[in-house]
């Protein structure tokens, strides 16, 4: 399953510790009691991060996975140093010696909510009738195919016996194993009700009240009122608790506030167990004796997408425009003075904690000596455009001759998006450009203006539907997050490949989308190889400027101080099961 970074057990947001450690921890508080369960973990999120759905099949956003995530494990998982750690699977997956052949053995203890076994079967039938099928928008299917004789085709999934099936490829992908251990599934025995009806299986009542997840989490769903909570209720068949009584508290629940200001509010009075911490509060809420905050590393960075799309302003198409506007906009000044600290600029896809990272190959726009107003203006004036006088400022003119006027959309809710938000604005008007800030709640976000279909086709709408494709609503910016698996980084061909699923702004390049196939190609064995072509597509597409990569954050995350477990780290969700009160 591909997440995001959340307090959850989805692949991409969180990891697990290596399975000795959880064993000796296991062990351990079997021999000592388990901890008995008790209250309700509360932790506090703005509105603006709500989930979309969970129907996770469907699903583009980090929430909705991560929602999903408390009640549906994944294959495996990482803890904080990276090391795999088992969840679904009985043994580490098994791969030939050729490379093509994967081997996955799961557990024989797992159930569904009927009481049912879950099979090799429900895996199988989940890639192959629901991810490739051609009926369901899965976002994330591009992880799944492979390029045979310049044709792109889906691996080949295998039923072995109940608990054991094969994925075999035709070509070498050397990250391919972690797309694996993402992987969670559906029960054939529901889904094949819905099957080829894409409004039925959107609708399913067992799909979108997680009726069907059995013993496969720590939480059972209980309640989801939109923007106001996500209640889920402990699950006393969960198959990692069978030994230690796990998971410790009676309830988890997520609760929506209007404001960070309003939740940390909150997290300050007790109202609830913890919230992510605004880099202004940090010092205030590490002099509080009830709360202890962690500063930790993420694997998210922040962006602005630039909208190449025939809906966004021309000039975008352009790379030498999207260079000016990138070039204008000071990333230390964010860095510093916004995320006061907890932040270091960013220029690439793959963040500073990948093995992968390159700081030598990438162009650092937004910091000197490429943060340059003046530089930024020639490079529009050489670009064709214009600028006109008004008073003691110069005013950037379009090919029709009007002062450019760019719309930046995003989402409300947070003091620092907020600031970036202005000075992004502010930094741009330097440079002649008004930029129109508008702020949507997630959902509309996605729908009207990163989902687009062809005009004059009755095409679902997708957050890729080729370049001809716009949005319902017209933009130019848009200030989001971004994650990436920092053992994994190709994963990120689903943003900057021409046939990224979640390519929503229309970056098409072929020498991008060749560089991403050689690294999932058996090129791509020889490490340094791979590093090698790493750093050369962070180049390309840091020159490119799809999006201006702003920042690379580190979170501040405060919990009240009876909340025992934590391992702080990248990672520090991994054994969310295991935290109790004391």
């Known amino acids: 399953m591909k997440g995001a970074e959340t307090l959850n057990n989805s692949y991409f947001n969180n990891s697990l510790a290596a399975i000795m450690a959880v064993l000796i921890l296991a062990t351990s508080l079997s021999a000592c009691a388990a901890p008995a369960s008790r209250g309700s973990f509360i932790e506090g999120d703005v509105a603006g991060g709500e989930a979309e759905t969970l129907n996770w099949i469907l699903a583009a956003d980090a929430s909705s996975f991560g929602y999903v995530g408390y009640t549906l494990e994944s294959l495996a998982n990482y803890d904080n140093q990276f090391n795999i750690i088992l969840r679904c699977l009985a043994k580490d997956i098994e791969v030939s010696p050729d490379g093509l052949v994967y081997t996955i053995t799961i557990r024989d203890d797992l159930k569904w909510s009927d009481g049912s076994r879950v099979t090799a079967e429900d895996y199988v039938y989940t890639l192959k009738n629901l991810m490739f099928s051609d009926w369901l928008n899965y976002n994330y299917r591009d992880d799944w195919h492979e390029d045979v004789g310049g044709q792109k085709v889906f691996v080949t999934p295998a039923v072995v016996d109940d608990t054991t099936f094969t994925i075999t490829r035709k070509t070498v992908q050397p990250e391919f194993i ?23 299986f959107t609708r399913a009542r067992e799909f979108n009240d997680l009726s069907y997840t059995g013993n496969l989490g720590p939480y059972k769903f209980k309640q989801w009122l ?6 889920l209720a402990r699950n006393p068949q969960y198959f990692l608790g069978k030994d230690n009584g796990a998971p410790y508290f009676e309830e988890y629940v997520i609760k ?9 509010a909150a997290l300050e009075a007790g109202d609830i167990t913890y919230c992510g911490i605004e880099p202004q509060n940090v010092a205030k809420f590490k002099k509080m004796h009830n709360i202890t905050v962690y500063t930790v590393p993420t694997r998210g960075y922040n962006i602005i997408a630039y909208n190449q799309r025939a809906n966004g302003w021309e000039g975008l198409r352009k790379k030498e425009v999207r260079q000016a506007l990138s070039m204008a906009i000071d990333k230390e000044t964010i860095a510093r003075k916004i995320s006061l600290g907890f932040a270091e600029p ?3 896809f793959i963040p500073s904690s990948s093995p992968w990272y390159s700081d030598e190959t990438v162009v650092k726009l937004g910091v000197p000596p490429l943060n340059d107003k003046q530089k930024a203006m020639q490079m529009l004036k050489d670009a064709g455009y214009e600028y006109m006088k008004n008073g003691d400022r110069d005013i950037l003119l379009g090919k ?21 938000s202005l000075l992004i604005k502010q930094e741009l008007a330097a440079i002649g450009i008004d930029v129109e800030v508008k702020w949507v709640q997630w959902p509309t976000l996605l729908r009207q203006y990163m989902m687009n279909r062809e005009p004059g086709t009755d095409k679902e709408p997708r957050y890729n539907n080729g370049p001809l494709a716009v949005s319902d609503e017209a933009w130019d910016m848009t200030l989001m997050g971004h994650n990436t698996d920092p053992l994994a980084p190709s994963g990120s061909r689903v943003f900057f490949a021409s046939d990224g699923g979640l390519n929503s702004f229309g970056f098409f390049n072929e020498q991008v989308d060749q560089l991403f196939q050689q690294i999932r190609s058996e ?36 919990f009240q101080s009876n909340v025992k477990g934590i391992e702080p780290g990248i990672n520090m969700g991994y054994n969310y099961y295991l935290w109790r009160f004391e």
């Not at 929506?256 to 940390?264: D, E, I, K, P, Y």
């Not at 029709?400 to 970036?420: A, I, N, Q, R, Y």
Request: no cysteine; proline share 5%.
């Open 178 to 200: 972690y797309t694996l251990y993402g992987l969670v599934p559906y029960p054939k025995y529901i889904a094949v009700k819905y099957e080829g009806d894409v409004d039925a």
């Open 226 to 231: 939109k923007n106001d909570k996500y209640v």
């Open 256 to 264: 929506m506030f209007g404001t960070s200001a309003v939740m940390q």
């Open 346 to 348: 960013a220029f690439s």
């Open 400 to 420: 029709d001759g009007k002062p450019v006027k760019l719309l930046m959309v995003t989402t409300p809710g947070s003091d620092v998006v907020e600031s970036m």
């Open 523 to 558: 090129e791509g064995l020889d490490k340094g190889e791979r590093a090698r072509m790493y750093g050369e597509l962070a180049r390309m597409i840091s020159e490119e400027q799809p999006v201006d990569f702003i920042t690379y954050t580190r979170a501040n995350r405060g």
